[in-house]
């Protein structure tokens, strides 16, 4: 059976750079810390895979801002959100801005955050867009913190990110701005400084490198005016912010993948692009509903919404034929949540519930878009459908 991989959003195969990149690290066991040569061997690693990560971020000159590595994305999500939170020592500043679509990573520190007292405010995401008259109306001298995510990991909706940081930035100069770039790195164009992001997270296993492996860009700013505080004490690994012993195997993975992803980002993103244009045309012959966003989209993610089959269903027919795709995202898969991201498409709970993730990466072809057209068509005509209640 042939395999098709269409669920990049979740994660992606390794790249043989990453691959070969980490069998030859394995050979370097020492701590970068340590200060003899296994030790400064590890350091230097650390320090070129630093270089690429930030290169790739088009973070050339090294005055701009600095990258910590983190265990994952959620990881630098919650350091970004909690340590800008708690390294204001007067708390005038109590509003915090996000919106009502963001990861788990996001959303649940949220959550935390609303229970110690702070007042979250949630963007509503019609459609896939972000009024920013609404956010005019929210942002002002109080708000501490405004955390908005590039990309939407269900629906491929791409957020006006530069824009709404920038109004944000000319109300409040020092208003803490953060953007969970996960699904973005590598998938559009971009640098921190251009869409005026002070803290911005990354993750490896989004980009064909290895899982457990994650970074938070922090803009020179930041450390100047002391406003990212450490969430776990430890040894001061990371630049105070992340201590414990690096991951030195993942994270010259990282390095290595972002590298190769960089030097064909623009080839990359046209053929994704196009993949998606063409999977858009091929199962428009099927009766699905398109969850386009209204504004820009993500190359990479296509949502549909099945009619009455249960997106769990129908995600067993296509595995069965070698087909993966996601019924959502592969966190939210878990906890069985309702996606606020495909309510703001006006999709009711049952439809959500319908709903499938198809995400390309830059390995995918017209023939994998082909076969997943011929195995839906085969599903839709054989499933069950469900009654609405
Ligand atoms: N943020 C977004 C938008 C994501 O899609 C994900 C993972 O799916 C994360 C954060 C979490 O990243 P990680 O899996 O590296 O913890």
């Not at 999500?77 to 020592?89: H, L, R, T």
């Not at 005026?196 to 860009?217: E, F, M, Q, R």
Request: neutral net charge; glycine residues 6%.
């Amino acid at each position: 059976m042939e395999k098709i991989y269409l669920d990049n959003s979740a994660t992606t195969a390794l790249c043989e750079e990453a691959k070969e990149a980490m069998i030859s690290a394995m050979e370097s066991f020492g701590n970068p810390s340590s200060l003899h040569y296994e030790g400064l061997k590890a350091n230097k690693l650390l320090c070129e895979s630093r270089q690429k990560v930030l290169s790739a971020l088009c973070v050339k000159d090294p005055k701009d801002g600095e990258l910590i590595f983190t265990s994952c994305g959620t990881e630098a999500d919650n350091i970004a959100v909690f340590g800008s939170v708690y390294a204001k020592k007067r708390r005038a500043a109590n509003r915090i801005i996000t919106t009502n679509s963001e990861h788990p990573a996001i959303e649940n520190a949220m959550k935390k955050l609303e229970e110690d007292g702070f007042e979250v405010i949630r963007l509503s995401t019609r459609d896939g867009v972000i009024d920013l008259e609404e956010f005019k109306n929210v942002m002002n001298d109080s708000v501490l913190l405004v955390s908005i995510m590039m990309v939407n990991n269900e629906t491929g909706a791409y957020y006006d990110v530069k824009r709404l940081f920038k109004y944000a930035k000319s109300v409040k100069p020092d208003v803490i701005t953060h953007c969970d770039a996960v699904q973005g790195f590598m998938k559009v164009k971009f640098s921190p400084k251009e869409i005026y992001a002070d803290l911005l997270t990354v993750s490896a296993h989004k980009i064909h490198g290895p899982k457990g492996v994650g970074a938070l860009y922090v803009s020179s700013d930041i450390l100047r005016k002391k406003q990212l505080v450490p969430i776990m004490q430890g040894g001061g690994q990371e630049h105070l912010f992340r201590s414990g012993t690096e991951n030195i195997i993942g994270i010259v993975g990282f390095g290595a993948a972002a590298e190769a992803s960089a030097v064909s980002l623009s080839e990359n993103i046209e053929k994704m692009d196009s993949l998606r244009k063409y999977a858009i045309q091929k199962l428009s012959s099927l009766d699905v509903r398109f969850n386009i966003p209204k504004g820009a989209a993500a190359p990479h993610i296509l949502n549909i919404t099945l009619p009455s089959i249960k997106s769990e269903t129908m995600l067993h027919h296509l595995s069965a034929d070698g087909i993966c795709v996601s019924s959502g995202s592969a966190c939210s898969s878990h906890s069985h949540h309702i996606s606020a991201s495909l309510h703001g498409f006006g999709l009711s709970d049952f439809d959500s519930d319908c709903s499938l993730r198809i995400s390309l990466s830059e390995y995918n072809t017209i023939d994998d878009i082909d076969c997943l057209e011929k195995s839906l068509k085969a599903g839709l005509d054989k499933l069950v459908r469900i009654r609405k209640k």
